[in-house]
C-alpha cells in the first residue's frame, strides 16, 4: 500500500472514531439527562401526590383495568404539537412492539366535534376517552397547567416508571420509549 493509500485510510479511521466517540458522549449525555430529568420528576409526581389532593395515578389505575401495557395520557386542552410530537414516537414503538400493548388515554369531551377529532388523531392506535371530569393530570407548579404523561401499567395493575415529555425533546422521549421497551416487551 502506498502512502498516499495509508493516510487516506488513517484519515478515514480517524473520521469514523470521531463519529463513534461523538455519539459515545451524546449517548452518555441523553442518558445523563434522562436519569436526572426521571429524578426530577419523581420529585415533582411525588410532590403532587403528597402535596396535592390529585392522584393521577390512581385515576388511571382505577380507569384502566389492561395490565402489562403503555398509556399515553393528554387532554385537547394541551399542545397540538407536543401531542403529535409523543403519537408520532408511540407510533415507531407500537410497530415494533404491537398494537395491544400501548393505549392512549385523551380526555376530551363527548361532543361530535371531539369524537371526529380523536378517530382521526388517534388512528391506528387503541384509545378510551376518558372525560376530563373522571381523571386528573399532573400540574405544572411553574405555569400552573396540567402536563401530558406516560407510563407503564405492570401486571399487578401499579403504575411504573411515569415520564413527562418535553417538547422539542425527541430523542429524550424516544430513549425512555426505548427503555420501557427493553424493560418490559423483550421478544
Not at 387532554?75 to 415494533?96: A, G, I, P, R
Not at 388515554?105 to 376518558?130: A, C, H, Q
Request: charged share 25%; proline share 2%; hydrophobic share 35%.
Amino acid at each position: 500500500m502506498n502512502t498516499k493509500n495509508k493516510i487516506i485510510c488513517f484519515i478515514c479511521f480517524l473520521f469514523i472514531f470521531s463519529l463513534y466517540i461523538s455519539e459515545t458522549f451524546e449517548k452518555q449525555r441523553l442518558d445523563k439527562q434522562l436519569y436526572e430529568l426521571s429524578e426530577h420528576y419523581k420529585k415533582i409526581l411525588d410532590q403532587h401526590i403528597n402535596g396535592f389532593e390529585i392522584n393521577f395515578a390512581n385515576d388511571v389505575k382505577e380507569i384502566v383495568e389492561e395490565r402489562n401495557v403503555l398509556f399515553y395520557r393528554y387532554s385537547q386542552y394541551m399542545c397540538e404539537t407536543c401531542v403529535y410530537e409523543d403519537l408520532t414516537l408511540l407510533k415507531q414503538l407500537q410497530d415494533s412492539i404491537g398494537y395491544n400493548n400501548i393505549i392512549i388515554l385523551p380526555s376530551f369531551n363527548e361532543d361530535k366535534n371531539s369524537i371526529i377529532r380523536l378517530s382521526n388523531e388517534l388512528k391506528g392506535f387503541r384509545y378510551k376517552n376518558i372525560p376530563i371530569k373522571k381523571a386528573n393530570f399532573p400540574i405544572d407548579k411553574r405555569t400552573y397547567t396540567e402536563v401530558r404523561y406516560m407510563g407503564y401499567i405492570n401486571d399487578i395493575g401499579n403504575i411504573e416508571m411515569c415520564f413527562i415529555p418535553i417538547k422539542g425533546e425527541c430523542k429524550l422521549t424516544w430513549k425512555y420509549l426505548s427503555n420501557i421497551k427493553n424493560l418490559f416487551f423483550r421478544f
